[in-house]
């Protein structure tokens, strides 16, 4: 089993829709938890850090659930904009991997 | 002004070159990453260091070896290239803090093509 998995997607979603993807990882000694965005051809940036007790950014809500292993990332009236690759983060001491990213298409 | 740049942006060149790829940073970070990504694969790490004295392999080292040669540069070298190392590559840092994953920046990423 791959220590972070997540569904490549691609997500094809109308805008102003909600959509919400989650990302599962097997070792449970892990510690923090993060969703990076990526836009084609460029370099991936933080988009928000995933805490225990769930914490929302404008639009944007990322969840913790440590009893399941997994963390979600759910958007709200999503914009034409928000259509990149969603990278779910996780690190335990100092190692650090990186899911394989899903996909999001917002259609007009 | 970007904050972690990266030398070439592209690249292209042919089997058994020796190539180096250079980045630097205004951050003053101490952690240092290179990264490759390949389509289907995601990133994966290749070298890290924590600090100039640091240098420790990653996931997928072999063919690759790495240089830092202040805080603010660390650079990448593939000795002799071959057309599986086609691919981007991106160089990342972050701060240092005891036991703890603190954010990445990356930089733009270069693109290496080996014919």
């Known amino acids: 089993r791959k220590e972070v998995e997540q569904d490549p997607g691609p997500f094809n979603v109308p805008e102003g829709a909600t959509v919400a993807f989650n990302c599962t990882y097997s070792n449970s000694a892990s510690q923090s938890f993060f969703w990076y965005r990526q836009d084609c051809r460029k370099e991936p940036k933080l988009l928000m850090s995933?805490?225990?007790s769930g914490n929302e950014d404008g639009r944007f809500t990322a969840q913790l659930n440590r009893a399941s292993q997994y963390i979600s990332l759910l958007i709200r009236d999503s914009k034409l904009s928000d259509s990149a690759t969603y990278l779910c983060v996780v690190s335990r001491d100092d190692k650090i991997i990186f899911g394989k990213g899903t996909r999001l298409h917002i259609l007009p | 002004d970007a904050d972690v740049t990266q030398t070439p942006r592209n690249r292209i060149t042919k089997t058994g070159k020796r190539i180096m790829l250079e980045c630097s940073q205004t951050k003053g970070h101490d952690r240092m990453y290179w990264y490759r990504q390949d389509p289907g694969l995601g990133l994966r790490l290749i070298y890290y260091s924590f600090d100039v004295k640091d240098i420790n392999k990653g996931e997928i080292s072999d063919g690759y070896s790495v240089s830092r040669q202040a805080q603010a540069k660390f650079s990448l070298s593939l000795e002799s290239a071959i057309p599986n190392q086609t691919a981007l590559y991106f160089c990342?840092?972050?701060?240092?803090?005891?036991?703890?994953?603190?954010?990445?920046?990356f930089g733009p990423g270069t693109r290496l093509t080996v014919l």
């Open positions: 995933v805490y225990s």
């Open positions: 990342a840092t972050s701060p240092m803090t005891s036991g703890t994953y603190n954010e990445q920046f």
